[in-house]
Nanobody
Framework: QAQLVESGGGSAQAGGSLRLSCAAS????????LGWFRQAPGKEREGVAT???????RYEDSVKGRFTISKDNAKNTLYLQMNSLKPEDTAMYYC?????????????????WGQGTQVTISS
């Protein structure tokens, strides 16, 4: 049974940085696409960034140039480095595992999710 556990959320001021981590277990880490998603109060969940089995990355337009997704296959850990944070980045952030190596765009194709970590950015 795959498990994903996020950490690293918290509060920061606009312009600051935070680094999220997602520790994975229970499956071959390097064989699946992983992604970060977020959900703000009253809004639908949206994809933030994904990284496939080859290390290729994709980002949602609003975070391009500010966020960096990466992974350490030896540590079974996914990361999201968030710089130049804005109040509109405030949300619950989730890591999720895709059904396979391909990084689907729909969150319905991610079948394992962490419990989430809150990120709050003040102006």
């Amino acid at each position: 049974q795959a498990q994903l556990v996020e950490s690293g959320g918290g509060s920061a001021q606009a312009g600051g940085s935070l680094r999220l981590s997602c520790a994975a277990s229970g499956y071959p880490f390097s064989s699946y696409c992983l992604g970060w998603f977020r959900q703000a109060p009253g809004k639908e969940r949206e994809g933030v960034a994904t990284i496939d089995t080859y290390g290729s990355t994709r980002y949602e337009d609003s975070v391009k140039g500010r966020f960096t997704i990466s992974k350490d296959n030896a540590k079974n850990t996914l990361y999201l480095q968030m710089n130049s944070l804005k109040p509109e980045d405030t949300a619950m952030y989730y890591c999720a595992r895709s059904r396979g190596g391909y990084c689907y765009t729909s969150d319905s194709d991610y079948n394992y999710w962490g419990q989430g970590t809150q990120v709050t950015i003040s102006s």
